[in-house]
Structure formats: structure tokens, C-alpha cells
């Protein structure tokens, strides 16, 4: 296993997380920051790369929408600093069925998803005030947020929303503070082929490239989770970034629709330096202790700078080994327990996400 030697003060994270300070160049609890970026030493900041967590994803046409749930006082208490926050932009077009596994069932009326979208980004702007979150839009912001309390970065899980219109990339940036976009999702959309779906497109499309590069351009995150193999390969070649698959794990054997991954699939995304993020449902993992095996044999394939945490927060069909960010302090003592040194720990629970954000904002 990759030895990464940094200091760590190893039980600090819970306490630097609950510190408030006034807010800091590039971090909004509303607009962002007109103000220049000061340099600042460097930090370990713990981070999930996706989560649903407030129960920001709206609730189906014709339904009540759902309550906010407290998302600011699990992270003060579990330590987690930032947590890519995913709106959802296909759910009128899928459903849940045996398995448990989500499909499409239909196909979107002209600019339904995009309308979706619109309405996603008001509710996770309406959670940010709610919970006195703050919203990270560049590099510093994200260095600087064990300081000022829970954060979070604004992500979409699958770019429905798009419609095929690459200009929308550059409106989700300026207006709703997208730094993470997730290609696809439980659709075959048009950017590319998932997982869980016979494949239509071969992997990624020409529009899907296009926003790979102007994800490039503008400095958001490309997330690769739910895309093929072929999609993630594609991807890998046109990026000029590092990718991030934000939530998976890792098997030796996936079965045909499998939201798991191969070995090869897995280093893909470790060659571009990104990062390969492990999911915590019970259907795979039925313990801490077995997703902890799980960390550690993805650890293996693609080494320690390439593994983080995705968490899926409030966003399974099925119970979750990780249920709360107040676990957090729990999931760390494990791994240190089962081997990990305190430097590895730091690096997979938000350090390496936080290499790949930088690389992408620059």
C-alpha cells in the first residue's frame, strides 16, 4: 500500500469542524465573494464526495415537497468539513424497481429536466441558508473550510439538465455555483452510456466531450460515476483534468448492470490522478469493518492518493454503513485501527478529493 507521509493531528477534525470564523475570499452563504483570495497555510479537510444530505432532491411531480433534514449539526458533530452537495436532475423520468435499482420509464418533454434543474438549484441554495452553510467556489475556499464551518461544493448527479445545450454549463457556473458535474446518471442522456442500462451510445458522446472540455475550461469537477467503462475511457482522453468516480466499489467480478467496478475501470480514473470514491450500502458492504476491507482493496488496485469517501448520504434505496456524518470520527479510528496510518486516513477522507478540485479550478 502507497505510504503518504504528511502530519495529521489525527483525532483534530471533529474540533477544527466545529470552529466559526467570519466568512473568507471565495466561500457564500449567498453570492460569491468579490474579493481577492489571501494565501493560507495548508490544512487537512475531511470531505464526501456526494451526498444528498438535507434532503435537497425535490419530490416528484405531484407529490408535497419533502422537508430539510439537519445537515450542519451531524457535520459539526462527526467532523466533516465539506460534502459535495448533488441535486438530481432525471428523477421525473426514473423510478425504483426490484433489485432495488432505479430505470427511466419514460422520456422527458422538451426542457422538463432542464426546468428540474432550476428548481434542484433552489432548493439546495434554500438548504445553504437554512443550515448557515457555506458554499465553496474555488480552491482557497475549499483549503479554508476546517475553519469556517460546514461547507459544501454544489453538484449535479448526471447533466439531464443540459438537454444538449452546452451553454447551460457556463449558467450553472455563474448562477448556481456548480463546481461538480456528474455526467450521467440512471438515463441514457446525451452524453453517454450508465451502467445499469444496455448501452446506446458506445460510451461517450461527441456533446459529452464537449462538456468534459468546458468543464476544463470553466473549472468544475468531472465526475464519472454511472458511465460505462467505454464512457469513463472516453473521458479520460478528452479531460484535461483529473476525473473523479464520486461513489462505487470495487469487485473482481461485476455482474452485467452493476453499479460496481472493475480493476481496470477503477485505474482509468487513478492514471488521469483523480479519484475513485467508495459507497457504503449495506447490499455491499454489511459493516464499517467490510467497507474498511473495501477501502483497503481499492487502496490496493489504484493506491491510497487515489481512494475517497462517497457517501451517497440520504440518497439510497438501501440502509448505509455510513448513515451520518457524526460517524465519521468512527469510520477514522477504524481505518487507523486496521492499519491505515494516520497520513492515509486524512489523504482518502477529503485530502485527495482536495488535489483534484485544485487541479480542476486551475
Known amino acids: 500500500m502507497n505510504r503518504m507521509r504528511r502530519s495529521l493531528l ?30 493560507r497555510g495548508d490544512r487537512h479537510v ?92 474555488n480552491a482557497q475556499a475549499l483549503r479554508d473550510a476546517p475553519t469556517i ?53 458506445g460510451g461517450l458522446t461527441e456533446f459529452g466531450a464537449e462538456v468534459v472540455r468546458r468543464c476544463n475550461r470553466r473549472g468544475i469537477v468531472v465526475d464519472v460515476a454511472h458511465g460505462t467503462y467505454d464512457l469513463v475511457r472516453r473521458a479520460a482522453d478528452v479531460s484535461a483534468t483529473p476525473l473523479v468516480l464520486s461513489h462505487t466499489s470495487l469487485s473482481l467480478h461485476p455482474r452485467e448492470r452493476s453499479r460496481l467496478i472493475s480493476a ?7 492514471q488521469t490522478g483523480g479519484v475513485v470514491g467508495v459507497w457504503p450500502p449495506t447490499t455491499v458492504y454489511r459493516t464499517m469493518a467490510s467497507m474498511i476491507e473495501g477501502i483497503k482493496r481499492l487502496c490496493d488496485v489504484i493506491g491510497v492518493a487515489h481512494v475517497g469517501l462517497g457517501s451517497d448520504m440520504l440518497g439510497l434505496l438501501e440502509p448505509s454503513v455510513f448513515a451520518s456524518y457524526a460517524q465519521l470520527p ?25 488535489r483534484v478540485f485544485a487541479q480542476s479550478m486551475a
Open 330 to 354: 468512527s469510520l477514522t479510528r477504524a481505518m487507523i485501527d486496521s492499519g491505515f496510518s494516520a497520513d492515509e486516513a486524512a489523504a482518502i477522507l477529503g485530502d485527495n478529493y482536495a
Open 46 to 137: 475531511t470531505i464526501d464526495m456526494h451526498s444528498h444530505a438535507g434532503r435537497v432532491i425535490a419530490a416528484k411531480p405531484g407529490m408535497p415537497q419533502r422537508p430539510f433534514v439537519p445537515v450542519s449539526t451531524p457535520m459539526r458533530e462527526g467532523g466533516m468539513n465539506v460534502i459535495c452537495l448533488a441535486i438530481v436532475t432525471d428523477t421525473n423520468v426514473t423510478h425504483a424497481v426490484a433489485g432495488p435499482r432505479i430505470e427511466a420509464f419514460r422520456e422527458p418533454d422538451h426542457g422538463e429536466l432542464y426546468t428540474l434543474g432550476m428548481l434542484e438549484f433552489k432548493r439546495a441554495d434554500a438548504l445553504v441558508e437554512a443550515e448557515e452553510l457555506h458554499v465553496v467556489l
Open 149 to 201: 464551518g460546514p461547507s459544501v461544493i454544489i453538484a449535479s448527479e448526471g447533466a439531464d439538465f443540459l438537454e444538449g445545450r452546452i451553454e447551460r454549463v457556463d449558467e450553472a457556473f455563474d448562477r448556481h455555483r456548480l463546481r461538480h458535474l456528474q455526467l450521467t446518471h440512471y438515463r441514457v442522456n446525451e452524453l453517454g452510456d450508465i451502467q445499469t442500462s444496455a448501452p446506446v451510445h
Open 10 to 39: 489525527a483525532a483534530g477534525a471533529a474540533m477544527i469542524a466545529g470552529c466559526a470564523v467570519p466568512p473568507v475570499p471565495g466561500v457564500a452563504r449567498g453570492r460569491a465573494s468579490s474579493q481577492p483570495e489571501a494565501p
Open 264 to 270: 481496470d475501470h477503477a485505474r482509468i480514473v487513478a
